[in-house]
């Protein structure tokens, strides 16, 4: 019977980028006085296309920060990328008070984001988004609402099989439409 390589699954994880979004001391009150314990929110991707987050609770910081990387490895979704740079399509969500919007960009323009949001695109893999977060400030929801908005964007070939259509129909209508807009702009100009 063959052993599993463990080089093979460490090097597996070794490819994840973890970023720590907010550390918080909660304090519980109870008979004896307070306890005193960390919450961890932690982003988790692949860089090509494959992110989770989640949040951990512990005595201490560094526990905290394991439990909520190993939960953030098992709820990873993925994101179709285009051209493995930025997104299909805008996209928007609401988490509680939490408004995000996120927007494709053209090559070099960047990661155009704040905070919590900026830690799931890097985690991601996105070189080139814009995107701003209206209403609350709350890491949580701020990071729950990006993923949902993630979750959101479909690419052209998932679009294609569902309407019935090529994939060259749908690639075309959305070229000749950013070029009509194009065309308006300089019109004006």
């Not at 296309?49 to 990873?76: C, L, N, Q, W």
């Amino acid at each position: 019977m063959a052993r599993p390589n463990v080089n093979e699954s460490s090097s597996k994880e070794e490819q994840l980028i973890e970023k720590l979004v907010s550390v918080r001391r909660v304090t519980k009150v109870v008979k004896g006085g307070k306890t005193l314990r960390f919450s961890a929110l932690v982003v988790i991707g692949d860089g090509k296309g494959r992110v989770g987050y989640a949040t951990g609770k512990a005595r201490e910081v560094p526990e905290a920060v394991r439990k909520a990387s190993d939960k953030a490895k098992k709820s990873m979704i993925r994101v179709p990328l285009r051209e493995g740079r930025t997104l299909h399509h805008d996209v928007h969500a609401r988490i509680g008070a939490g408004n995000v919007f996120l927007r494709s960009a053209s090559p070099g323009t960047g990661v155009i984001a704040g905070g919590a949001m900026r830690a799931v695109f890097e985690a991601l893999g996105l070189h080139d988004v814009v995107s701003k977060s209206v209403g609350s400030t709350n890491y949580h929801n701020t990071v729950r609402a990006t993923i949902e908005a993630l979750k959101s964007v479909s690419s052209p070939r998932h679009v294609a099989n569902k309407l019935g259509k090529k994939l060259s129909e749908i690639v075309a209508r959305r070229d000749t439409h950013g070029s009509s807009e194009k065309e308006q702009v300089t019109e004006k100009n």
